[in-house]
Nanobody, 120 residues
């Protein structure tokens, strides 16, 4: 079982920055694929950025060049640095952990979400 706790959301003006953090419980963090997802009102949840256990990162086209995902395995924490924020980045941001097993489907865990609001 993995528990995820996000922090760092808030209200920021367009062009500003925020850093989200997601702390994970347990001793398997280093082998987890971690990701940040977001859901705006009336829209489906979408992937923002994903980082593998090996440190490879992928980003949604809408955030490339502005957001950076990173992880600190010693602290069991994944971060999302968000720069040049736009009003369309406003959403609830969720942390996701995926545990790929040697058999069966991966186990997926979600955090409770943190609100990010970007004012114009």
């Amino acid at each position: 079982q993995v528990q995820l706790v996000e922090s760092g959301g808030g209200l920021v003006q367009a062009g500003g920055s925020l850093r989200l953090s997601c702390a994970a419980s347990g001793s398997i963090f280093s082998i987890l694929t971690m990701g940040w997802y977001r859901q705006a009102p009336g829209k489906q949840r979408e992937s923002v950025a994903v980082i593998t256990s090996g440190g490879s990162a992928n980003y949604a086209d809408s955030v490339k060049g502005r957001f950076t995902i990173s992880r600190d395995n010693a602290k069991n924490t994944v971060y999302l640095q968000m720069n040049s924020l736009k009003p369309e980045d406003t959403a609830v941001y969720y942390c996701r952990a995926e545990w790929v097993l040697s058999y069966g489907s991966p186990l997926v865990y979600w955090g409770q979400g943190t609100q990010v609001t970007v004012s114009s």
